[in-house]
């Protein structure tokens, strides 16, 4: 919404107005967000892959504009952009199925039953505690590998490992807010 909007539409050579009703468009025309991103990109006529370009480059402007204009610093701005580029080595999915020790497609069944990860932890017979530390494993050898292929620095590491000690969809972590 609001500057994110304004900075994709600006992507997409539309106007915010043209982009409000092409969203609103694809709301009504699907139920998850998989459909969503269908239908919108189809309401715009355009590929689900050049819409996911635009809106990279459309968050990739609004960075380097905010930075530019002193809304965040340097440190915060490649930080930012090292959780990004983490976000190719830690796939929320395939960390919470290792997690519990079931498949990625076993996960996605559960929850299209509307199973969530307590019901599952309580199906499976797993602690939250031992759930957690799987969690914490997969998330650090993650980092460690983004590291080892020099993708981010260990400084930036360690700053994402502390953030992501709320786990996948966590506060800080892979998938949270």
Same mark, same amino acid.
């Given at each position: 919404g609001g500057a994110d909007n304004a900075n994709l539409a600006a992507e997409l050579g539309i106007s915010e107005e043209a982009l409000d009703a092409?969203?609103?468009?694809?709301?009504?025309?699907?139920?998850?967000?998989?459909? @969503?991103?269908? =239908?919108?990109?189809? =309401?715009? &006529?355009?590929s689900e892959d050049?819409?996911?370009?635009?809106r990279e480059t459309a968050r990739e402007s609004a960075l380097t504009q905010a930075l530019a204009d002193g809304d965040i610093t340097q440190e915060e701005y490649d930080l930012i952009m090292a959780r990004r580029a983490l976000g190719e080595?830690? !796939?929320?999915?395939?960390?919470?199925? &290792?997690?519990?020790g079931i498949s990625v497609s076993e996960l996605q069944a559960a929850q299209d039953e509307g199973k969530r990860i307590p019901d599952l932890l309580d199906e499976l017979g797993i602690s939250?505690? !031992? @759930?957690?530390i799987a969690v914490d494993a997969a998330h650090d050898a993650a980092l460690a590998q983004a590291v080892s292929d020099g993708v981010i620095t260990q400084e930036q590491a360690d700053q994402l490992a502390e953030a992501g000690k709320g786990g996948p969809g966590g506060p800080g &972590?892979? &998938?949270g807010p």
């Open positions: 092409a969203i609103e468009e694809a709301r009504t025309n699907s139920e998850s967000r998989e459909e @969503f991103e269908q =239908a919108l990109a189809s =309401a715009l &006529g355009i050049a819409l996911q370009s635009a080595y830690t !796939d929320r999915d395939e960390i919470l199925a &290792g997690a519990l939250q505690e !031992d @759930f957690q &972590g892979p &998938g």
